[in-house]
């Protein structure tokens, strides 16, 4: 992709000739090129103050409250040390493999996802404690649980 950096060469390069007809019949025309060279050389010299931009992490996925419910009723283990994850306790989870670490795991691991290897698309959590309700609470609510198929 081009880039469009207005640097004057164009213009510079037609003064150039300019002075190159006329520059040794005028001493003003020695003046002129020498202040032009100064400022093409200014603008040559600056740094390139354009940066690409930092990666966007990936948003958290959108069934993250199931995620964290799965993990805190121990669906789910962790990959490195096959440990169930108890309610309350901190997990780091990538985002894009839908991986969860405890610490010891996580920091094992160079801080990083075991599959991509990238710790931007991981963040901590706190495991919720599941709710647990009985059949008289739910009837005394008004909850109907009903099967689904």
Same mark, same amino acid.
């Given at each position: 992709?081009? !880039?469009?950096?207005?640097?004057?060469?164009? %213009?510079?390069?037609?003064?150039? *000739?300019?002075?190159?007809?006329?520059?040794?019949?005028?001493?003003?025309?020695?003046?002129?090129? *020498?202040?032009? @060279?100064?400022?093409?050389?200014?603008?040559?010299?600056?740094? /390139?103050?354009?940066?690409?931009?930092?990666?966007?992490?990936?948003?958290?996925? $959108?069934?993250?409250?199931?995620?964290?419910?799965?993990?805190?009723? @121990?669906?789910?283990?962790?990959?490195?040390?096959?440990?169930? *994850?108890?309610?309350?306790? !901190?997990?780091?989870?990538?985002?894009?493999?839908?991986?969860?670490?405890?610490?010891? /795991?996580?920091?094992?691991?160079?801080?990083? %996802?075991?599959? %991509?290897?990238?710790?931007?698309?991981?963040?901590?959590?706190?495991?919720?404690?599941?709710?647990?309700?009985?059949? $008289?609470?739910?009837?005394?609510?008004?909850?109907? *649980?009903?099967?689904?198929?």
């Amino acid at each position: 992709m081009a !880039q469009n950096d207005n640097s004057g060469q164009g %213009c510079l390069g037609c003064l150039t *000739f300019v002075f190159i007809l006329l520059g040794f019949t005028h001493p003003g025309w020695w003046i002129v090129a *020498f202040v032009l @060279g100064c400022i093409a050389n200014a603008n040559n010299s600056q740094p /390139s103050t354009t940066t690409p931009p930092p990666p966007t992490p990936p948003p958290p996925p $959108d069934d993250l409250d199931n995620i964290l419910m799965d993990l805190s009723n @121990g669906e789910i283990k962790d990959p490195v040390t096959q440990e169930i *994850f108890r309610p309350g306790e !901190q997990v780091y989870l990538c985002h894009v493999h839908r991986l969860a670490y405890h610490e010891d /795991s996580w920091t094992e691991m160079g801080c990083r %996802c075991m599959v %991509c290897g990238n710790p931007a698309h991981t963040k901590v959590y706190l495991l919720p404690n599941p709710v647990n309700i009985n059949v $008289d609470m739910a009837e005394r609510l008004g909850i109907e *649980f009903r099967d689904i198929e």
